[in-house]
């Protein structure tokens, strides 16, 4: 397969990065979103050594580093105040917290020609390509389709037909605190945690309980409800968080995907389409960029060998899924835990 006119759909970051990737290779492509506009909120998120290689390679990485908050020293806690343990991130290299919003931003200055309220509705064979047809009637063929459509693709079971997202049992709630710099990261407590993630205006806080979603009622006031669970977490900064926060907290499962085949025929998955990997890896938005900054490369060389580049990007999804696993293990344990940089968080019609 030689490169030519490529579909990209979805524009979230892993779409965004994989246009601004072909259009600095001189690869011709059409981006759509089947959302009219973007949300405006996100939450926090890590910004590590796989995404700042593939930062640097977008052209990205300085807009990151002015609006992102880099690493300092990072501090877990028990609910009592003792120290679990404390650590530089700076001697594992560059790395910074961002807001997803702000990332999304800086990625979207990139691409100017993104077709908004439009979705791939069919795709048959066509001669060395595809047909797709879209949800305004058009009809038109591509030599490739990169399906960066997130975690709820609509483009996935073209692959891989089934179930392939999965709960992992665990509930966060989530809200944004202006003006609010705590000098932990972490709280910890048997199968609670809260996460803290500094920001330049103020600090993201999630919530998080080994508990599944759907078994969670509502009181009708999330603050409430944080207070409910997090009732035997006497830590002082929880309850300066939900005196300094309103009801804007945002509730949700958080899930993960698990598929086998990321390429056939002429079809990619990328992104969260293709490994919705676990929050606990806190790998999420690094490995989208990098899927993005990866594909670029391999498209813009003479002969293209896209079963090699999938292995590849397969072997570091395992890798953060690992990750995952293992400090999942740990904090059933009842181990230290260094917990979620950004997630993939779904409730009702909102998804981050």
Request: aromatic share 8%; hydrophobic share 40%; glycine share 8%.
């Amino acid at each position: 397969m030689k490169a030519g006119k490529i579909l990209i759909s979805g524009a979230g970051i892993a779409g965004l990065s994989t246009a601004i990737q072909l259009k600095k290779n001189g690869i011709p492509f059409r981006i759509i979103e089947k959302s009219h506009a973007f949300e405006t909120r996100g939450y926090a998120m890590a910004i590590q050594e796989e995404g700042i290689n593939a930062a640097r390679e977008l052209g990205i990485l300085d807009d990151i580093r002015e609006w992102g908050v880099e690493r300092d020293i990072q501090r877990i806690e028990r609910c009592d105040g003792r120290v679990i343990t404390s650590n530089n991130p700076a001697t594992k290299g560059e790395g910074y917290t961002i807001n997803r919003n702000q990332l999304h931003q800086i990625l979207l200055k990139k691409v100017q020609n993104i077709e908004f309220g439009i979705s791939a509705e069919t795709i048959k064979d066509a001669d060395n390509g595809k047909e797709v047809e879209f949800s305004n009637g058009t009809v038109e063929k591509f030599d490739l389709v990169i399906a960066a459509d997130g975690i709820n693709s609509a483009l996935r079971p073209l692959l891989n037909p089934g179930k392939s997202i999965f709960d992992t049992g665990l509930s966060v709630w989530n809200v944004h605190v202006k003006d609010y710099f705590p000098t932990i990261i972490e709280i910890w407590n048997k199968r609670l945690i809260t996460a803290f993630y500094p920001l330049p205006e103020g600090t993201s806080v999630s919530f998080f309980v080994k508990k599944p979603f759907t078994s969670i009622k509502e009181s009708g006031s999330r603050k409430e409800d944080i207070k409910h669970f997090f009732k035997d977490c006497t830590h002082p900064e929880i309850g300066r968080v939900l005196e300094k926060c309103d009801e804007g907290i945002f509730f949700g499962s958080v899930r993960n995907v698990i598929t086998p085949r990321w390429y056939r025929d002429r079809i990619l998955l990328i992104g969260d389409a293709a490994h919705g990997v676990s929050p606990l890896s806190g790998m999420g938005a690094n490995l989208a960029m990098a899927d993005a900054a990866g594909i670029g490369k391999v498209l813009s060389e003479p002969e293209i060998h896209m079963d090699d580049f999938v292995q590849y990007r397969k072997q570091q999804a395992y890798k953060a899924f690992k990750i995952g696993q293992k400090r999942k293990r740990r904090a059933l344990l009842k181990a230290p835990l260094s917990i979620i940089r950004n997630t993939t968080i779904s409730s009702g019609n909102w998804n981050y």
